[in-house]
T-cell receptor
Framework: GAVVSQHPSWVICKSGTSVKIECRSLDFQATTMFWYRQFPKQSLMLMATSNEGSKATYEQGVEKDKFLINHASLTLSTLTVTSAHPEDSSFYIC?????????????FGQGTRLTVV | SQKIEQNSEALNIQEGKTATLTCNYTNYSPAYLQWYRQDPGRGPVFLLLIRENEKEKRKERLKVTFDTTLKQSLFHITASQPADSATYLCALGGGRRALTFGSGTRLQVQP
């Protein structure tokens, strides 16, 4: 199956600093990339949808100036958590779908555990 | 509003038994429904997709049913093994649209 590689798998940062998370599609062109956040014992919640070459669409309640998404190429999307605070500590996961079909399985990155201290 | 519910937060069963997980949805008319497995600290992994015109789908020890009248999907793991222990998520949407996930059921298979 298709491979989505996410890096880093975990990061600890100080409050007020920024963290960048990379998500790469290794063997397909990811026209659309989805970014999710998962808090402990909860399900994945969609944060934003990014389309290559255009601005990301953010879900209600997600601050676009805080969670900067760049999808400059068909194989790379990045999420930057700016001025991180302890409440941003979470598990961040990217996902994409190869091909054009609507009923196609999604492939997920390994996830990034962000801890803000 | 649209809602997806997985009734059991956790399910404990003995090895060799069949695990049955439930997913109910409201205010959706999905053309298909998906099931994913998530291990701790990892991203979800696709298991099965079932379309609205399919009553049942199987893959090795896995079986999924889809009842669009009841707005429910059942996910079965037969001859369960400790290695099947994980969180199982049902999801709607997909393709160019993001997935919306249920809350997940954490399955623990005891040896």
């Amino acid at each position: 199956g298709a491979v989505v590689s996410q890096h880093p798998s975990w990061v600890i940062c100080k409050s007020g600093t920024s963290v960048k998370i990379e998500c790469r599609s290794l063997d397909f062109q990811a026209t659309t990339m989805f970014w999710y956040r998962q808090f402990p014992k909860q399900s994945l919640m969609l944060m934003a949808t990014s389309n290559e070459g255009s601005k990301a669409t953010y879900e209600q309640g997600v601050e676009k100036d805080k969670f900067l998404i760049n999808h400059a190429s068909l194989t790379l999307s990045t999420l930057t958590v700016t001025s991180a605070h302890p409440e941003d500590s979470s598990f961040y996961i990217c996902s994409s779908v190869p091909g054009q079909g609507a009923d196609t399985e999604a492939f997920f990155g390994q996830g990034t555990r962000l801890t803000v201290v | 509003s649209q809602k997806i519910e997985q009734n059991s937060e956790a399910l404990n069963i003995q090895e060799g038994k069949t695990a049955t997980l439930t997913c109910n949805y409201t205010n959706y008319s999905p053309a298909y429904l998906q099931w994913y497995r998530q291990d701790p600290g990892r991203g979800p992994v696709f298991l099965l997709l079932i379309r609205e015109n399919e009553k049942e789908k199987r893959k090795e020890r896995l079986k999924v049913t889809f009842d669009t009248t009841l707005k429910q999907s059942l996910f079965h793991i037969t001859a369960s093994q400790p290695a099947d222990s994980a969180t199982y998520l049902c999801a709607l949407g997909g393709g160019r649209r993001a997935l919306t996930f249920g809350s997940g059921t954490r399955l623990q298979v005891q040896p």
